[in-house]
């Protein structure tokens, strides 16, 4: 059974970084992709960034590039999402997930997800 832990979430000022972490567990994740999503209060979740396991190809989306960094320790299993230049609107619930490429394109696992909160 995969397990997601993320952790590093918080209150920071508009401006400043943060740094998310993703454990993941319960599998052999060579085949793996990684995602960060968001969902924000009111809103859809939305997708933030992804990263192959395999090798470390990464794709974000348009509201995040350049300022926002995903990277993995394949020898500790962990996801980074490092967050810089945070806007009020970064604020929301982050959750890691995890997918099987040999499968399809569905995100069949998810985190408990880390708030991080903006402050304007």
């Known amino acids: 059974q995969v397990q997601l832990v993320e952790s590093g979430g918080g209150l920071v000022q508009a401006g400043g970084s943060l740094r998310l972490s993703c454990a993941a567990s319960?599998?052999?994740?060579?085949?793996?992709?990684m995602g960060w999503f968001r969902q924000a209060p009111g809103k859809v979740r939305e997708f933030v960034a992804g990263i192959t396991w395999s090798d470390g190809r990464t794709w974000y989306a348009d509201s995040v590039k350049g300022r926002f960094t995903v990277s993995r320790d394949n020898a500790k299993n962990t996801v980074f999402l490092l967050m810089n230049s945070l806007k009020f609107e970064d604020t929301a619930v982050y959750y890691c997930?995890?997918?099987?490429?040999?499968?399809?394109?569905?995100?069949?696992?998810w985190g408990q997800g880390t708030q991080v909160t903006v402050s304007s």
């Open positions: 319960g599998r052999t994740f060579n085949s793996y992709s």
């Open positions: 997930a995890a997918r099987d490429n040999r499968l399809g394109n569905e995100w069949d696992y």
